[in-house]
């Protein structure tokens, strides 16, 4: 299966750990970072004063192979399944210009009013901008 969206995201010196690569916890951070970048310009999330609000609930990731800076690391996302009010996004994060992925993995958004932090039916832009990636 393919994935619709794809973000070339610049490695940073403080992402290599001891150990010369990416340290394991900025993949979470990748993933994030296409998420919402992707959300925010489809118009869907306003994550400075919208009233909906996407937080965590889950997320893993599988790790093939390491990444270090300072690579430029391609990030490929698609919907794996949109619900009344939660989203399972499925990601994969590329050396650029390589076929094979170095790391693969899942998050789960559920949209909440800011205000009350209760789960609210996934309707309007932002529908339209999951759907899109499914």
Aim: glycine letters at 8%; charged letters at 20%.
């Amino acid at each position: 299966m393919s994935y619709p969206h794809r973000r070339l995201i610049s490695t940073r010196w403080a992402d290599n750990d001891v150990y010369g690569h990416v340290n394991n916890v900025e993949y979470y951070a990748f993933f994030d970072t296409i998420i919402n970048a992707y959300l925010i310009e489809q118009g869907a999330l306003d994550i400075h004063a919208g009233q909906v609000i996407g937080v965590c609930a889950e997320s893993h990731c599988t790790y093939h192979a390491a990444l270090a800076f300072p690579e430029a690391v391609e990030g490929a996302l698609r919907v794996g399944e949109l619900g009344r009010s939660s989203v399972r996004y499925e990601l994969a994060l590329y050396r650029e210009g390589s076929d094979d992925p170095a790391a693969e993995g899942w998050f789960v958004h559920v949209f909440v009013d800011r205000a009350s932090r209760r789960p609210v039916a996934i309707d309007g832009r932002l529908r339209s901008a999951l759907e899109a990636l499914a």
